[in-house]
Structure formats: C-alpha cells, structure tokens
C-alpha cells in the first residue's frame, strides 16, 4: 500500500529561462545604445543644436547627461526587478523607450526634448539591466547568449552616430529618432508574447515517487519508514 506520508516529488526548476525570452528587452537594450551614441555625430549635432536653438551647455545636458543618468538608474531597477518581473519591466522599458523617443520627434524646444530624452534613457537602462539579468538565467550556452549581445551592443554604439548621421543630412534629425519606433514596436510585441508563453508554460511540480524530495523537506521522526 502507497504511503502518502513518504509519497517524494521533484525538485522544480531552478530558474533558468529559454534564450527567446531575451528577444523582447534585447532589442530594447540594443535601440538604448543607438540612442546613446546617435547624436553624437557633428551633423546630427549641429543641426539638432540649431533646431533647437540650444547653447553648448544645453545641448549637452539636455542630449547626453540627462540620457547617461536616467539609464544608469533605469539599469540598477532593470538588474535587479528583472530577475523576478521579466515580462513587467520588459514591457514597461520598452513603453517608455516609444514615449520618450515619440516625444523626442515631435519636440518643439529644450524642455520636451529633455523629458523625452529622460523617459527614453530610463527605459533603456531597465532594458539592459533586465537583459543582462536574464542573459546568466538561460543555462546551458550561456557564454555564447553573453558573448552575442555584448558584440550586437558595440555595434549599436559604433554605428549609432553613422546612421544618424546619414539620415540627418538626407532628411531631417528627427527621422534619426523615428526609426527607432518601428523595432521597439517589435521588442514590445515580442516581451508581451514571450511573457504570455512562460506564463502558459508555468506549472507545479508533478508527484514523481523515484525523483529527490525538496531540499527544505527537512526529515522528521513522524515521516521515517518502519524499522527506523
């Protein structure tokens, strides 16, 4: 007769997490670091400084200081809520990456350009911060998932003011604000279905009489087979 009492159940998993579930917050980190490098290229800068009507100060903090401080807290939030709350930081980086950068398009001066730039650099530090986090949870080729992204994210970096350099001078400098919608639109699709399926996928760990008992399931006297 099966004994309920020492009835043994399998270890769950550990929390490891299937490489596509990176799909969604990468492509959030790679458009961050587009975003950081972008103005930095002396046409884009030039022409957004004088669309603006910014001084040298301005510009400055409004482009590049406001964005570094707003990631660096974004990436302390992102590192550490995106180990439990993968889906709902994945989602809300990449929201606001689509507000801020929308409202760096249509800024009419200084004041809006800064709130953009702040929103966007927020989003963008949660969205590595979470990245990372998850890029050491997906287990087995690990280094390989690591070693990936670190490579795309230079290429980000490098050819951030090159590209926006050549959509400046063809068009206009919001254009080079502009494209980035389009493949946060995807990495918001992409973390929203990503999150539905780890949600589907989630289950209890099943009865399971030969596999290891929980490691918490400390043995007592009461739970100890006969002739013990």
């Known amino acids: 007769m099966h004994d309920h009492q020492s009835q043994r159940y399998a270890v769950p998993p550990d929390g490891e997490r299937p490489v596509w579930a990176l799909i969604g917050p990468g492509i959030g980190a790679l458009a961050g670091l587009y975003l950081l490098t972008m103005p930095l290229g002396p046409i884009p800068w030039g022409t957004l400084q004088s669309a603006l009507h910014l001084s040298d100060q301005t510009i400055l903090l409004t482009t590049v200081v406001a ?22 930081v994945g989602l809300s980086a ?20 800064a709130i953009g730039r702040v929103l966007s650099g927020l989003g963008a530090g949660a969205a590595v911060g979470a990245t990372a986090a998850l890029a050491w949870r997906t287990g087995r080729g690990r280094g390989a998932v690591v ?26 400098w919001r254009l080079g604000y502009l494209v980035v919608v ?5 990495g918001l699709l992409a973390a929203a279905v990503s999150g539905f399926v780890l949600l589907l996928t989630r289950r209890p760990a099943q009865p399971n009489p030969a596999g290891p008992p929980y490691p918490q399931a400390a043995e007592r006297p009461g739970n100890a087979p006969p002739g013990t």
């Open 182 to 186: 389009l493949p946060l639109l995807a």
């Open 147 to 172: 070693a990936t992204l670190a490579a795309l994210g230079v290429l980000s970096l490098v050819l951030g003011p090159f590209v926006n350099q050549g959509l400046t001078s063809a068009m206009t």
């Open 67 to 88: 964005y570094v401080v707003s990631a660096a807290a974004g990436g302390a939030l992102g590192a550490v809520l995106g180990r439990r709350f993968l889906t709902t």
């Open 94 to 113: 990449l929201a606001l990456m689509i507000v801020g950068v929308l409202l760096d398009v249509l800024a009419p001066g200084a004041g809006i350009f």
